[in-house]
């Protein structure tokens, strides 16, 4: 994989961790639910460099919008192994920035009851994602959905634990 494959995945993985580690519990209440998808992931705490990546890449409006977005989002145990060197250099370029982040972002609200019943979905990268259950767990690509059902007034954050990374274009 090269490096910059790398650091685009670890973009996007950053901006999809943003989203999903604000996020309550899967049984989420109903005052959580008046939060959008950004405002989830700041409130958790958890995923700091997401939220600034999604600020920086210009996808917060979009993911704090009307729109209702799937967003799978990497844990920050996920980010930890990225490089930080790649992490800096998609910093440094919005455009890949962009397609990292956008590529753990699926359009329309999708809880686990439908995503299990996929074999693929298109991001909003452009680029697809397989989804396949083995054993009672859920995988896109090769990251295992850790926590389903995050919700959020215009979607849901699946929790994954490792950063997709998109195809080379």
Known sequence: MTKLRLTTAALIATAVAVVAVGAPAATSTPTAAKKNLVQTAVAAGQFKTLVSLVKQAGLASTLSGKGRYTVFAPTDAAFAKVPKATLKALAADKAKLRAVLLYHVVAGR????????????????GATVRIRVNGGMVYVNDARV???NVSASNGVIHVINRVLIPPAS
């Open 110 to 125: 999708l809880p686990a009851a439908k995503v299990t019943k996929l074999r693929s979905a298109t991001t909003l990268n």
């Open 146 to 148: 850790v926590k389903p």
